[in-house]
């Protein structure tokens, strides 16, 4: 199966959408696009290997979204693309270990909008229980995990350690900055809980109330701040942990997921 019908198409108006061609290996035929007006989707491509055939594609209007082709092993071919006018979405392609295709795309910024804006702490822990790792996701090869002591290339104290998948007991992660916000939340849902149980007091018509509605809900909502900063605080310390135990098996089925998390640029 082939574009080979396309050769002349050089824009798209609208989305170009590939899906369920379990006979598809490549996309020859398209050599010629330069841009789509708004999408490209590629999902569940079982046979689909690379991108090669797009090397000419530029500009995509809205979104990219590459999911669920089992035999994709590389994002070559999308190289040339500098412009995605809404967001980026790849994911669940087991055999695919890095997006390093896509680095023109990020960190610009400003020229695409992922939808993981966040970077991810990461800990490893060995299976001989001699070591622990701490850093972020920089890359996933055959039988290694890379990870980086900052997400800046170019910091002083830049990094890298390469883990043997053989020696990882668990893989753990959380969004960088979670625990902050989840105080934050939590410390905010405290006070609004004091303050409606405080202005429900607050109607009490007894005569026997040294406040009034206004300030007893202020009472209220300061009494559970802490409270609910505390419950936030342990709910954002919690990680994501995915058990490996030096299986190179579970390693590839959660590449998907691990890609998600890993540092693009």
């Not at 960190?107 to 970077?119: C, Q």
Request: hydrophobic share 35%; charged share 20%; glycine share 10%.
């Amino acid at each position: 199966m082939s574009f080979s019908g396309l050769k002349n198409l050089i824009s798209v108006d609208g989305c170009l959408s590939i899906q369920s061609n379990n006979n598809l290996s490549k996309l020859d035929g398209l050599e010629s696009l330069t841009s789509i007006s708004k999408c490209l989707d590629v999902q569940n491509n079982s046979s689909l290997e690379n991108f090669n055939s797009l090397g000419n594609l530029t500009t995509i209007g809205t979104y990219l979204k590459v999911k669920q082709n089992e035999s994709l092993i590389s994002l070559s071919g999308l190289n040339n693309i500098v412009y995605v006018g809404g967001y980026m979405d790849v994911f669940d392609n087991p055999s695919l270990t890095d997006m390093k295709e896509l680095k023109n795309l990020y960190p610009v910024g400003k020229k695409v909008k992922r939808k993981k804006k966040k970077n991810y702490n990461v800990w490893i822990s060995s299976i001989d229980k001699s070591s622990k790792y701490k850093g972020y996701l920089r890359g996933i090869e055959d039988s290694t995990i890379v990870l980086s002591t900052h997400t800046n290339k170019f910091h002083n104290n830049y990094r890298t350690q390469h883990i043997d998948v053989n020696n990882i007991k668990t893989f753990k992660y959380r969004k960088k900055g979670k625990i902050g916000k989840s105080i934050l939340y939590g410390a905010l849902a405290g006070f609004t809980v004091g303050a409606v149980i405080g202005l429900s007091s607050g109607n009490d018509t007894s005569g026997l109330q040294l406040f009034n509605a206004g300030e007893t809900a202020l009472i209220y909502g300061a009494l559970l701040t802490i409270p609910g900063a505390l419950i936030g605080g342990l709910i954002g310390v919690a990680k994501v942990k995915i058990p490996i135990n030096g299986n190179h098996k579970t390693m590839k089925n959660q590449k998907g997921k691990l890609l998600d998390i890993m540092l693009l640029e």
